[in-house]
């Protein structure tokens, strides 16, 4: 069974870049059935999917147009784990942030969820 | 982007009595390889999403068999055969066939 492990701070400064990542267990990044993603969610945006990077004979990346010039999520295949940035923050981007497995035959799962608090 | 309608709201249960929930997509969910990229799965306070169906109708693992997914097309459905008080939370709907993933309004579940 997959098991999806985030890390990262929880506090970071305005204008700054926001790192998480997330390690991957039970599964692996480059398998070809599943697609790895990052959401957020916070009480004035709701559930907000942010992106995803996915493995299909070659690597392919999806983001959602509202962080699109802001946002980059790469898989890391030695690790076995992908991460997710997001540039120039504001306080708009405070939310808690998940990552999943999502679409995959063998079953979707969430991460825990890492409160990430834009703030000076 | 596809547009995802769930409802009700808001549903009221009594323990042991069953309980239903629809979702609608703007478009059909139906993937080439014969899967629906449909997702159930419930969000309690305070925690990350519980997966309780994937794939339309595919139980995830470690989910009571109360619970069930069906559907096909536009139209799916998540049941709840007989509703325990643990089932309590706000349950979503939510597409992956497509980027951007988009969800339903959510459905806030609460005992009578």
């Known amino acids: 069974q997959v098991h999806l492990q985030q890390s990262g701070p929880g506090l970071v400064k305005p204008s700054q870049t926001l790192s998480l990542t997330c390690a991957i267990s039970g599964d692996s990044v480059s398998d070809n059935s599943a697609a790895w993603n990052w959401f957020r969610q916070s009480p004035s945006r709701g559930l907000e999917w942010l992106g995803r990077?996915?493995?299909?004979?070659?690597?392919?990346?999806d983001y959602a147009l509202s962080v699109n010039s802001r946002i980059t999520i790469n898989p890391d295949t030695s690790k076995n784990q992908f991460s997710l940035q997001l540039n120039s923050v504001t306080p708009e981007d405070t939310a808690v942030y998940y990552c999943?497995?999502?679409?995959?035959?063998?079953?979707?799962?969430w991460g825990q969820g890492t409160l990430v608090i834009v703030s000076s | 982007d596809i547009v995802m309608t769930q409802s009700p709201l808001s549903l009221p249960v009594t323990p042991g009595e069953p309980a239903s929930i629809s979702c609608r997509a703007s478009q059909s969910l139906l993937h080439d390889n014969g899967n629906h990229y449909l997702d159930w799965f419930l969000q309690k306070p305070g925690q990350s999403p519980q997966v309780l169906i994937y794939l339309g109708s595919n139980r995830a693992s470690g989910v009571p068999d109360r619970f069930s997914g069906s559907g096909s097309g536009t139209d799916f459905t998540l049941k709840i055969s007989r509703v325990e008080a643990e089932d309590v939370g706000v349950y979503y709907c939510m597409q992956a066939l497509q980027a951007p993933l988009t969800f339903g309004g959510g459905t806030k579940v609460e005992i009578k």
């Open positions: 990077t996915y493995y299909r004979s070659n690597w392919f990346n």
């Open positions: 999943a497995r999502i679409g995959s035959p063998k079953g979707d799962s």
